[in-house]
T-cell receptor, first 114, second 117 residues
């Protein structure tokens, strides 16, 4: 069975600084996607970034980038120039392509310190 | 981007009653929808996969007779919590996919908070 592990329940970062959220996963599948979702207090799930497993190049979306280490099954999220609006719960997620099921990690609550 | 809407966003009901939550894809046809449950300060747990025109597939441990899922059209899936009890109080989120499996983007609804008194 697939699992997603986020080992940091909470993290804090000073505004404008950089923070990295960790995620590891376990799977025997070869065709899958990895995601980072943001869930603010409104509870709406917002896609932050996604990575196709077959792509070696790390995905980047503006201030957000990932470090995808496929062999190590690691998928960390780096947030640069942290902003107050980045404060939220962040979920790492794995989606297997044969049926689109998404498995979420337990989440990391990110606090931005002004 | 595509929009998935859930209704109601909040519902309070008495123990023993049934509650229906709707999940609609507003600008695309959703061949598959997923229902998740999220307890306070916890992660999303997949409850079931709903395919248009066929029976839902439930995850292990989810009572199919308690959580009735109907996906009667390409834009609407409903989750009915039958004979609700306080332990069913939770945040329920749906997601929808257009297109073929493994290819389409998944979009999440805003969630529905159920409180059973």
């Amino acid at each position: 069975a697939q699992t997603v592990t986020q080992s940091q329940p909470e993290m804090s970062v000073q505004e404008a600084e950089t923070v990295t959220l960790s995620c590891t996963y376990d799977t025997s599948e070869s065709d899958y996607y990895l995601f980072w979702y943001k869930q603010p207090p409104s509870r709406q799930m917002i896609l932050v970034i996604r990575q196709e497993a077959y792509k070696q190049q790390n995905a980047t979306e503006n201030r957000f980038s990932v470090n995808f280490q496929k062999a190590a099954k690691s998928f960390s999220l780096k947030i640069s120039d942290s902003q107050l609006g980045d404060a939220a719960m962040y979920f790492c997620a794995y989606r297997r392509n044969r049926d689109d099921k998404i498995i979420f990690g337990k989440g990391t609550r990110l606090h931005i310190l002004p | 981007g595509a929009v998935v809407s859930q209704h109601p966003s909040r519902v309070i009901c008495k123990s023993g009653t049934s509650v229906k939550i709707e999940c609609r894809s507003l600008d695309f046809q959703a061949t598959t929808m997923f229902w998740y449950r999220q307890f306070p300060k916890q992660s999303l747990m997949l409850m079931a996969t709903s395919n248009e025109g066929s029976k839902a597939t439930y995850e292990q441990g989810v009572e199919k007779d308690k959580f009735l899922i109907n996906h009667a059209s390409l834009t609407l899936s409903t989750l009915t919590v039958t004979s609700a009890h306080p332990e069913d109080s939770s945040f329920y989120i749906c997601s929808a996919r257009g297109g073929a499996v493994g290819t389409g983007e998944l979009f999440f609804g805003e969630g529905s908070r159920l409180t059973v008194l």
